[in-house]
């Protein structure tokens, strides 16, 4: 046993979750280390935000994933340093792994193109943290809107900006909109929240931009029969308490609105921007890592990136999107070439080539869109084609059967079984005889 290989993977996400179970059988021994103990159903954070589900119910420890590996090792823990010339990582703690291969799906974070303050009051959406602040931040408003008597500030606190017009943002909006148009129907006896304005504002010229142009208008077309609005061609300029400051081809204009949420762009995560320092790598402008075509750093072939930090290019010689699917594929890659070294077998291996399944994402109940090799499909078909696949992909059994009881639940009664204030948000505080903010806790 003292001879035998050391994996390490940096990541518990779709990159690295991958990569660990297809080591399985490998001859070697593998350690996964992430900064959190479970691994996080990203696709799905939206409806915890919008309280469809809870947060256990679209995470699993990875502990109890890779249970039955017996050459598996799981360490919590965040890696600050790497030192590719002794092959080891350093912990946060001071501890020193030791490494013959490593696998780096660390993924990616929100940016605010350099407005970082902007996050106090427009949260993004990349982890269980942001999903129940924002949750926080969409019920609080109606409730913050029930009680105040101004009506510029009820118009204000039933606003809703989404920045961002790709899947999360279109799905957020969806979300919201059937919130206020049903969930919360009758729950409120001084506003209809069916009042409430959803607006999507994004820079560019269409919704899922990265979707055929017909699917983008059914998309676009979903949203307003929900009642949000699209403002394209809207570049955000300023975001405090009391709104969102946009700069349009005609202009500057404001929006008052206490809950704006952040939906556009990611960012190489640090340990990304460090990575490429220490092994000298080349990067793209927005950080991520040239990768080699067996997903390797050139001059280091034992460094395996893969996910939302690498930059790989298709056949077409387009780089491939930063999505689940390429996050998955990559990390059963760099499993496959690491088991034939391992082994022994010193043949090449057919360069990583992405496979697309396709593109889906959801509008409200009964309504999506999607490309499935190349047919285009919206509607409750397409909504179909989502509800099996995300159930299909979600990691445990158990999870698969919670979330289908539950949007089973949503898509009778459009009720929404995790409507709960909890914690704090950076919320506007309003009327008396307290902040609303204290409340809930």
Known sequence: MADRKRVVIL??????LYAAKALKHAPVDVTVIDRRNYHLFQPLLYQVATGSLSPGEIAAP?????????NTNVLLGEVIDIDPAAKSVKLKDGAVIPYDWLIVATGSQGTYF??????TWAPGLKSVEDATMIRHKILLAFEAAERTTDPDERCAWLTFVIVGAGATGVELAGALGEIANHTLKNDFRSIQPKDARILVVDGGNRVLSTYPEDLSRRAEHALIKLGARVRLGAVVTAVDENGVTLNTSTGTTHIPSHTVIWAAGVAVT????????????????????KVTSDLTIPNYPEIFVVGDLATCIDRNGKPLPGVAQVAMQGGAHAAKVITRRARGDSRPLAPFHYFNKGDLAVIGRARAV?????????GLIAWFVWLFVHLLYIVEFQSRLLVAIEWGFLYFTFNR?????????????????????????
């Open 11 to 16: 990541g518990g996400g779709f990159g690295g």
């Open 62 to 70: 990875i502990r109890s994933v890779l249970n039955k590996q017996k």
């Open 114 to 119: 350099g407005h970082d303050e902007w996050h």
């Open 270 to 289: 640090d340990f990304g921007r460090l990575l490429a320092k220490r092994t000298g790598a080349e990067t793209d402008k927005a950080g991520h890592i």
């Open 370 to 378: 999607a490309n499935i090799f190349g047919v285009h499909l919206s």
């Open 417 to 441: 079984g995790a409507r709960l204030i909890t914690g704090k948000a950076a919320n506007k505080p309003v009327g008396k005889p307290e902040p609303l903010e204290d409340l809930g806790d």
